[in-house]
């Protein structure tokens, strides 16, 4: 069998996506015949020029998809390359002998790629990661009948209808209505208005020179002075503390005590003047 197909280059979205949408639609729809034929064809021959044919049948379908997600900002083209991963993705799933056309069993595939693409790329901080989430991401939208905040009884009719709790239709609808905001000034701000922008008020100190110089004088200074602290005990002590404190298999106090052949009291009280003497000197 064989079908008026457009050449592969030219059915990839791009700049003129109405060339590509006019180049979609120019090709026949596949009867059922057809398409089980097809489906077979790649079923249990793993015929790949079936596969294309089917997928180039079918990508208007991903078309008309992609278009009912238009309202969140994101190129047009983008969206229908997704559909057409999850189209491709059908494709080499479907068994002929299902008993559905392609197209129905298409849809999850192709609406599941839309969706991870907008989660991804909608905003620089994600806004939906479980399941009950993603569900409020998606339908809130359409739940909403006016622009304004949900009022408290809309909130709970909302969390019935999709199955959540009212304090996850509200956190969405923060999360919807909030902005990603740029970190750098914008190249055309004056120093006036510059400063508002998020990296004149979040900036790390850490990384600051004097900081981390700061920082690197106190440890070793630090350092040293615990070293020689643990100089001026005796040795007893001094090993108590290494093998109590120091040591990353650490001992206990009845395995000090029995090789010290003292009672483990008695290696409490050593370690206690052991730390109040090493304080005391570090603190000198």
Same mark, same amino acid.
């Given at each position: 069998?064989?079908?008026?197909?457009? =050449?592969?280059?030219?059915?990839?979205?791009?700049?003129?996506?109405?060339?590509?949408?006019?180049?979609?639609?120019?090709?026949?729809?596949? %009867?059922?015949?057809?398409?089980?034929? @097809?489906?077979?064809? @790649?079923?249990?021959?793993?015929? /790949?020029?079936? #596969?294309?044919?089917?997928?180039? #049948?079918? /990508?208007?379908?991903?078309?008309?998809?992609?278009?009912?997600?238009?309202?969140?900002?994101? =190129?047009?083209?983008?969206?229908?390359? &997704? !559909?057409?991963? !999850?189209?491709?993705?059908?494709?080499?799933?479907?068994? =002929?002998?299902? !008993?559905?056309?392609?197209?129905?069993?298409?849809?999850?595939?192709?609406?599941?790629?839309?969706?991870?693409?907008?989660?991804?790329?909608?905003?620089?901080?994600?806004?939906? %990661?479980?399941?009950?989430?993603?569900?409020?991401?998606?339908?809130?939208?359409?739940?909403?009948?006016?622009?304004?905040?949900?009022?408290?009884?809309?909130?709970?009719?909302?969390?019935?209808?999709? !199955?959540?709790? =009212?304090?996850?239709?509200?956190?969405?609808?923060?999360?919807?209505?909030?902005?990603?905001?740029?970190?750098?000034?914008?190249?055309?701000?004056?120093?006036?208005?510059?400063?508002?922008?998020?990296?004149?008020?979040?900036?790390?100190?850490?990384?600051?020179?004097?900081?981390?110089?700061?920082?690197?004088?106190?440890?070793?200074?630090?350092?040293?002075?615990?070293?020689?602290?643990?100089?001026?005990?005796?040795?007893?002590?001094?090993?108590? /503390?290494?093998?109590?404190?120091?040591? &990353?298999?650490?001992?206990? @106090?009845?395995?000090?005590?029995?090789?010290?052949?003292?009672?483990?009291?008695?290696?409490?009280?050593?370690?206690?003047?052991?730390?109040?003497?090493?304080?005391? %000197?570090? &603190?000198?």
């Amino acid at each position: 069998m064989t079908t008026s197909l457009q =050449p592969v280059y030219a059915l990839v979205p791009g700049a003129n996506l109405e060339a590509y949408v006019h180049a979609v639609n120019s090709i026949a729809l596949l %009867t059922p015949e057809q398409e089980r034929e @097809l489906g077979e064809s @790649l079923y249990y021959q793993q015929d /790949l020029e079936a #596969a294309r044919q089917m997928v180039l #049948a079918h /990508l208007r379908f991903v078309v008309h998809i992609a278009r009912s997600y238009s309202g969140y900002g994101l =190129p047009q083209a983008d969206l229908i390359q &997704e !559909g057409n991963v !999850g189209l491709m993705k059908a494709v080499k799933r479907f068994n =002929p002998e299902m !008993g559905v056309r392609l197209v129905s069993f298409a849809v999850h595939w192709i609406k599941a790629e839309i969706h991870e693409f907008i989660l991804r790329n909608w905003r620089i901080v994600k806004v939906a %990661t479980t399941k009950a989430q993603r569900k409020l991401f998606f339908n809130l939208r359409g739940q909403k009948k006016r622009l304004a905040w949900l009022n408290n009884d809309e909130v709970h009719a909302v969390a019935a209808s999709l !199955g959540v709790e =009212p304090r996850e239709v509200r956190e969405m609808e923060s999360r919807l209505s909030g902005h990603d905001m740029a970190f750098d000034p914008a190249a055309d701000e004056d120093d006036e208005s510059a400063f508002k922008s998020p990296a004149h008020y979040l900036e790390d100190h850490r990384y600051d020179p004097a900081v981390q110089l700061e920082a690197c004088d106190w440890s070793d200074n630090a350092s040293t002075n615990l070293h020689e602290a643990l100089a001026a005990l005796d040795e007893r002590s001094r090993d108590i /503390l290494q093998q109590r404190w120091l040591n &990353e298999d650490k001992a206990t @106090l009845h395995e000090l005590a029995a090789k010290y052949s003292v009672s483990a009291e008695r290696i409490r009280q050593l370690e206690k003047n052991a730390m109040n003497k090493l304080k005391g %000197t570090i &603190e000198a």
